[in-house]
């Protein structure tokens, strides 16, 4: 594979298992940890965002590079950089986040301040239960989470379109992976490991996943994918769509039709494909 974003080598180290495909210094097993905030991976310390990972995702460390680490994202195999603050000692997840957006307070206590912000589909380790607030592990310590907000890690969604609806109105940023900020592959993604099934990170690779090839005039099912050069939404049955969009800089649902004639008006051009998943392929 010569992708570099799932290649896993850097010329200095490889993942063990690739001699035969790449050329490095060392070949090496990695150490397994676990994101403790959300951070950005990307090409190179100090290059440009290529996808944003989530806390409690495990991230197979390569190489320290400075205040870096060089590894594999254990989700959906992206390869780069993150820093090393973001990182802590694995620890198996539990639970995952339900909700939209919540957070983690110090005391089991609505009064007292939040001190870490947790997206949907962020996951967790649960320590013990207060009331109605569960209390999970953190760097340093420890924080509570209401109860309603988390679900056990092998009870999830059933609804991949109603995940995507919870970030309409979420802004638009490139390679953002939650509420505060969510690009097109990116919602796809995070509404897929919400309804408990695989998904790439990136919409050319989200393009090649499992799935029946649509012709272009096929009725869109909720849950289909269609895609354009660099975009992709996620259809939501009714000749709609939801995507986080540069056009409105959020993400909207609109109709399919008004969204292929704007877009088609751009240098993204014409849709490129679409795609009904294979569902029982891609569950976790």
């Known amino acids: 594979m010569s992708d570099r974003r799932f290649l896993a080598s850097n010329g200095r180290v490889a993942l063990a298992g690739l001699e035969a495909d790449v050329t490095a210094q060392r070949y090496v097993q990695g150490e397994t940890m676990s994101l403790a905030e959300c951070a950005f991976l990307r090409p190179k310390p100090d290059g440009a965002r290529d996808r944003q990972l989530l806390f409690g995702d495990t991230f197979l460390v390569l190489e320290t590079v400075g205040d870096h680490v060089f590894g594999v994202s254990s989700k959906d195999g992206y390869v780069g950089y993150l820093p090393r603050a973001a990182l802590n ?10 909700a939209l957006l919540t957070h983690a307070w110090p005391s089991p206590s609505i009064k007292s301040e939040p001190i870490l912000f947790l997206p949907m589909t962020a996951q967790v380790h649960v320590l013990g239960r207060d009331g109605d607030w569960l209390e999970i592990e953190i760097a340093g310590g420890s924080g509570f989470v209401p109860k309603s907000h988390l679900n056990p890690i092998e009870d999830w969604a059933e609804s991949v379109v109603a995940a995507a609806r919870a970030f309409l109105g979420s802004p638009y940023v490139w390679a953002g992976n939650e509420p505060s900020g969510i690009d097109c592959s990116g919602l796809v993604q995070v509404a897929f490991h919400a309804g408990g099934f695989l998904c790439p990170p990136d919409c050319d690779v989200q393009e090649g996943m499992p799935g029946q090839q649509l012709g272009p005039d096929e009725v869109l099912a909720a849950g289909d994918l269609v895609f354009w050069k660099g975009h992709t939404a996620l259809a939501t049955g009714s000749g709609t769509i939801v995507h986080a969009n540069a056009h409105h ?36």
């Open 249 to 284: 800089m959020a993400v909207v649902e609109e109709l399919v039709s008004e969204a292929v004639a704007r877009i088609l008006a751009t240098e993204t051009g014409p849709v490129t494909s679409r795609l009904r998943p294979d569902w029982t392929l891609l569950r976790r």
């Open 89 to 98: 000692s694995y620890r198996e997840a539990t639970h995952w986040v339900s």
